[in-house]
């Protein structure tokens, strides 16, 4: 038998509210845009709608170009997984 292709859907993608780690609660959208200001405490990304995974593991990877923590050197990209649940 043939595995279906999952469906993904951008819902939203640009500026978003600033993000609580102690909460459930997902940021709030504030504006689509391509264009990202360079100011510290800015939230961006994308909130996508994924159809027929149910149960997949969905695997990403973030890298921010030339971000310095702390001590000044680049911030490594930070990797993880999520399970796909349905609603």
Request: hydrophobic fraction near 35%; proline fraction near 7%; include cysteine.
């Amino acid at each position: 038998m043939s595995k279906l292709k999952a469906d993904v859907s951008i819902v939203y993608s640009g500026l978003f509210s600033q993000w609580n780690s102690e909460s459930d609660d997902l940021p709030r959208f504030l504006e689509a845009t391509v264009h990202v200001p360079a100011v510290i405490d800015t939230e961006f990304g994308f909130i996508a709608r994924i159809k027929k995974a149910k149960n997949q593991v969905l695997t990403y990877c973030i890298y921010h170009p030339d971000i310095p923590d702390d001590d000044g050197n680049v911030r490594p990209p930070f990797d993880g997984t999520v399970n796909t649940q349905s609603t």
